[in-house]
């Protein structure tokens, strides 16, 4: 059975003390599957993040969009201007290639790797966030809590 990587949002926008480590972790990763997708958050003018929460980063035409890895030959970036990155293009992707489950990592797991773990979910795919892959630029409680919140989610065996 084929394997897929997600890596979510490991873009220079979303890299600091917290999350620093990251990069490094899923560039060396990525060489361990057939599919790889990293996903790239694009932050519009006229989105709800600049309009309801006042976030303004990782606007179009920055270096804060780059991802923060080098990724290998052959990976499928997919730009996304909300939370997840699941729809039907994504998921014919996945089917097109026989792949019934997905590795999730990335930034921020309380966030986008949640959404994106639900969404796979509740299209009937199997979600495994790696644990030691993910992080947050908020505090260590919230990672945690995070974590424990998408076992609720998703199953506690989906958590490795």
Not at 62 to 74: V, Y
Not at 110 to 127: G, H, S
Not at 148 to 156: N, P, S
Request: glycine fraction near 4%; charge should be negative.
């Amino acid at each position: 059975m084929p394997k897929a990587l997600l890596i979510v949002d490991v873009q220079n926008g979303f890299v600091n003390e917290k999350t620093k480590h990251i990069p490094r972790l899923v560039e060396k990763l990525q060489y361990n599957y057939d599919l790889v997708i990293a996903t790239r958050f694009i932050n519009l003018p006229d989105s709800p993040f600049r309009r309801l929460i006042k976030w303004n980063r990782l606007s179009p035409g920055t270096n804060e969009i780059d991802l923060a890895f080098k990724p290998k030959e052959g990976i499928v970036v997919v730009d996304k201007y909300i939370y997840s990155c699941i729809d039907e293009t994504f998921l014919r992707l996945l089917e097109d290639k026989g792949i019934e489950a997905v590795d999730i990592c990335g930034i921020d797991t309380d966030i986008c790797v949640t959404k994106c773990a639900v969404d796979l979910f509740e299209r009937n795919m199997t979600p495994y966030v790696l644990r030691d892959y993910c992080a947050t630029h908020a505090d260590a409680d919230i990672q945690e809590a995070a974590l424990v919140i998408l076992a609720r989610y998703i199953g506690k065996s989906q958590i490795i």
